[in-house]
């Protein structure tokens, strides 16, 4: 589906360096670019499959994953309106196979480029290469993050951080924290239920509320 005028509209304010294309460019890129609605829960992409185009997002958001053989996973990032994927730009610059897996997490509103745009504009556009590698910069130091929290931190301080990260009350399964931490759901279950015992949080189904944040932070940051 090619860009009407309200998605073009949309997909300028949430990537404004488009706008500093010029005009004749601009419309060249938008002609070739395509609209696509994917819906929630569907694999935008996997491990060892080729990429085909640069996707710029305009609602929805995108869970990129690292899966074991054994079923578990550890989230790496999630992709949100006004980003792109960094894994999808390091495939197109290296010429690879994706390495993680993507999936959207809500139903996904995106324009996606052709791979020779995407190459066409880091070539020329000074801001373009700005934007994709500030990308990379950002992504780069929540991706060392993790690893160190993974590395140093207990799991039980990275599920407390994990919850005062998110709005109270927190509705999603035990599995769903467990698949975001890269844990087993029971593992989880019994660390909640001691936040319960402690008074840090309140358990209901599929829901969780936060009871004493200042608690679960201090704890977290231990």
Known sequence: ?????GTRSRLLQQ??????LPAAELETL????????VPAGAVMFDEN???QGFPLLLSGNIRVIKAAPNGRELQLYRVVPGESCILTSSCLLGHTRYRARGIAEQALELVVLPASAFHALLGKYEAFRGYVFHLFSDRLTDLMQLVSAVAFQKLDQRLAKLLIGKPSPIHATHQTLADELGCAREIVSRLLKGFAEQGWVKLGREQIDIADAAALKK????
């Open 49 to 51: 499959q080729s990429c």
């Open 1 to 5: 589906m090619k860009l009407d005028n």
């Open 30 to 37: 938008l002609a070739a670019a395509d609209v696509m609605h």
């Open 219 to 222: 704890f977290a940051d231990l």
């Open 15 to 20: 990537y404004p360096v488009l706008r500093e």
